[in-house]
């Protein structure tokens, strides 16, 4: 396992829930998030896993409960969920970089157009994310010109260069060839044990086993379990549990 956690939190869910009309995808959800944590959350399909991580920077809005991410609550003030949003980064399955822009412009786009920063210094940073994630030789390349792996890792260079505070990532491998998985895996255990503080929805459960300190498993809009990996795979308590791990592993 990689290295303990601080014992501040930064974000706290409280009692939330979550309806698409009248659909009750999250069911009274809580989870404390503190600085540095890893925190891996698998489930099966449908279980409101995307919906919970889009709920912590406000892609989706909730209905009951509260979200505090670095002290502050998201509500409906703008502000705030500007605020909160430009503290978490986001990896999504299919990637989403833009296609007409080149890796380079891809990372500068937020460091120029939201926090005013000189070109020069942005596409310096992003070079320097670029050499972290191991793709720096593919800077002027179209995304379309790169492989799944090669731009997913360009994605998370890309949120790394807004310098977020924690960093959610929703199913990031689970879109590649397999030869590709490992690549991706790999950048994001480096960050781990960095201390990046991470919320990774993810059924890699080697990832898991190496670098979370606590594993959730979720199903229909509910936690059902949550542990050390140690215990989460060797000691499954519930038997919804137990079938999904049977599943996958
Ligand atoms: P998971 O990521 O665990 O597969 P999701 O959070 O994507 O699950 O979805 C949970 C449930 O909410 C699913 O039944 C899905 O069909 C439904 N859902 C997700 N997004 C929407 C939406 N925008 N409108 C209506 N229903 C949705
Ligand atoms: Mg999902």
């Not at 296609?99 to 596409?123: D, F, S």
């Not at 929703?170 to 060839?177: F, G, Q």
């Amino acid at each position: 396992m990689v290295k303990a956690y601080d014992e501040d939190v930064i974000v706290e869910i409280v009692d939330l829930h979550k309806w698409f009309g009248n659909f009750h995808v999250l069911k009274g959800i809580n989870l404390k998030v503190h600085r540095k944590e890893i925190i891996v959350i698998c489930g099966p399909s449908g279980s409101g896993k995307s919906t919970l991580i889009r709920c912590i920077n406000r892609l989706e809005t909730h209905q009951k409960g509260k979200i505090i991410v670095d002290g502050i609550e998201l509500t409906d003030n703008v502000k705030n969920i500007e605020k909160i949003r430009s503290e978490v980064g986001m990896v999504f399955q299919h990637f989403n970089l833009f296609p007409h822009l080149t890796v380079l412009e891809n990372l500068t786009l937020g460091p120029i157009w939201v926090r005013k920063m000189p070109r020069k210094q942005a596409e310096e940073i992003a070079m320097h994310f670029l050499e972290k994630v191991h793709i720096a030789d593919q800077a002027h390349k179209y995304p379309g010109q790169l492989s799944g792996g090669q731009q997913q890792r360009v994605a998370i260079a890309r949120s790394l260069c807004m310098s977020p505070k924690i960093m959610l990532f929703d199913e990031p491998t689970s879109a590649l060839d397999p030869e590709m998985i490992k690549e991706v895996l790999d950048v994001m255990v480096e960050l781990a044990e960095e201390g990046m503080t991470m919320i990774v929805v993810t059924h890699e459960m080697g990832f898991a086993k190496k670098v979370a300190h606590r594993v959730m498993f979720m199903d229909e809009g509910v936690i059902v379990e949550s542990n050390t990996p140690e215990e989460f795979f060797s000691n499954p308590r519930h038997e919804r549990t137990k079938l999904f791990l049977s599943q996958i592993l």
